[in-house]
């Protein structure tokens, strides 16, 4: 397992307030209060980890299948539906909804391999990831991949806790299927939106690992 660079920043400045508030609590507290000055050291503790537990980037087999479309991100499967392309395209596709948790890796990678047709970033509000309009009001950043003459887009969607977006692909960029597109921190949801002749091999409450669980075939 590995630390992603954009946690960097953010374990570090953890571990500054860790030392600060417990260097305080032992010297103010721990004669009078010893009880207290250990649950802050443990609850601060606990912050830590999980600073640096969801910054992970875990070793696994990622899927490189021509065929196949990969999932963008760890989570829960949380819709599978048609619907109206509001951005890009204009006709109806399969979109496939996927839900992360602060637990989730947050890693998101690359569908497919092939082209960046389109890279746009939104501004937006920061409704939880599954309210219905979250897709279309929250901020987000859209990518469409296009490979061999198909396409399909992915939507990074920021949640209720997600303030930051982080897309690393620029329009006609060449890409790898399973390798890093970007990064959303602290929960939210990416949207997939495949052609209606895509085969679904995913369902809802599944629990898809990013860059490994074919989601779909075309």
Request: aromatic share 10%; no cysteine.
């Amino acid at each position: 397992m590995t630390i992603h660079k954009e946690g960097f920043k953010t374990i570090a400045i953890s571990v500054i307030l860790f030392g600060i508030i417990n260097v305080f609590s032992f010297y103010f507290l721990s004669s009078s209060a010893p009880v207290i000055t250990w649950i802050i050291f443990i609850a601060t503790l606990g912050l830590v980890i999980f600073m640096i537990s969801f910054f992970r980037i875990p070793k696994r087999p990622l899927t490189k299948q021509e065929d196949a479309i990969v999932a963008p991100a760890d989570g829960k499967v949380v819709a599978i539906e048609e619907v109206q392309a509001d951005e890009y395209f204009t006709d109806r596709r399969i979109q496939v909804s996927i839900f992360m948790s602060p637990l989730n890796v947050h890693v998101n990678r690359n569908p497919v391999s092939g082209e960046v047709a389109y890279s746009q970033y939104h501004k937006g509000k920061y409704l939880v990831a599954w309210h219905p309009k979250s897709s279309t009001d929250n901020e987000r950043h859209t990518v469409v991949y296009r490979n061999n003459g198909k396409e399909l887009l992915v939507k990074q969607i920021a949640g209720a806790m997600a303030k930051r977006i982080i897309n690393y692909l620029q329009p006609g960029q060449k890409v790898e299927q399973a390798a890093e597109m970007g990064f959303i921190k602290f929960g939210s949801r990416v949207d997939l939106l495949l052609p209606l002749d895509a085969k679904i091999q995913v369902k809802i409450g599944d629990q898809p690992k990013g860059g490994v669980t074919v989601v779909a075939t075309w």
